[in-house]
């Protein structure tokens, strides 16, 4: 089908009929969290849920020839969705369930001083 609105329409109802949607992962994914979540909160497991279906999109949508998965220890980066819930920096800290990591942050660091001045949306570790 050429690219227009009437196949969005369909990938968007195909997409629903068979689950192949963003929430559904969240869905999918919110079980499993629970065994995890001494270590991963559910915000920051539907953030990896999104990662993965933001590949999977690419390859639907045929920007990618492949998913790769990360191996076992190779999951790098993990991010919040708000800086409100899961992972958070408050009081020039980290705060990650019980975990509290004091932010070390240079003076002479002037791009790291202007970023601390905005709003925070979202930590990623």
Excluded at 15 to 28: D, F, P
Excluded at 44 to 70: C, D, G, H, P, W
Excluded at 91 to 112: P, R
Aim: proline share 2%; hydrophobic share 35%; aromatic share 14%.
């Amino acid at each position: 089908m050429p690219k227009d609105k009437d196949r969005n329409k369909e990938f968007n109802k195909l997409n629903k009929k068979y689950g192949l949607t963003e929430y559904s992962l969240h869905k999918y994914v919110k079980p499993m969290q629970h065994y995890f979540k001494k270590n991963i909160d559910s915000f920051t497991a539907q953030k990896i849920a999104t990662r993965a279906f933001r590949a999977f999109e690419k390859y639907m949508f045929l920007e990618s020839k492949k998913v790769y998965f990360k191996k076992y220890g190779e999951l790098n980066s993990l991010e919040g969705k708000s800086n409100g819930t899961g992972i958070k920096f408050q009081d020039d800290k980290l705060v990650w369930n019980k975990l509290e990591i004091l932010a070390i942050i240079k003076k002479s660091d002037e791009y790291a001083q202007m970023a601390l001045e905005n709003k925070i949306k979202y930590c990623r570790i």
